[in-house]
């Protein structure tokens, strides 16, 4: 019902508030959403796809550390990014670690097709 980039409102305390789906997660069977309001602060959501609806998860402690896990292991923001986002990589050069390759001049390949078949 929900994708990430739609706005959704939800009622707190009599106002209705918009609210961006940052992101989605399934955890021991839980859909949670990740959202983030007009003045960017993340909050968490309970997502029931049966009954269609979603719910403002209110504790604190369990909001922060789903939007953590979140960060983490679904959006990709962590203390040990790849490479593509760490300056050592423009530092590496190609011919570095020519020993992890496999070469292919002792492989004896099949002469069944050839490159003079029609086909």
Partial sequence: MYSIGENFYYEIDGENV????????????KEYLVVEDNEHVKSVFIYDDEEE??????????TDSLIETWETDFYGESADDTLWDDEEYDDLSDDEDEDDYM???DVEYDDEYSEDDDY
Avoid: P, R
């Fill in 103 to 105: 070469i292919y001049d």
């Fill in 18 to 29: 918009e609210f961006n789906i940052l992101g989605d997660m399934i955890i021991k069977g």
């Fill in 53 to 62: 609806s979603v719910t403002l998860l209110e504790d604190e402690a369990a």
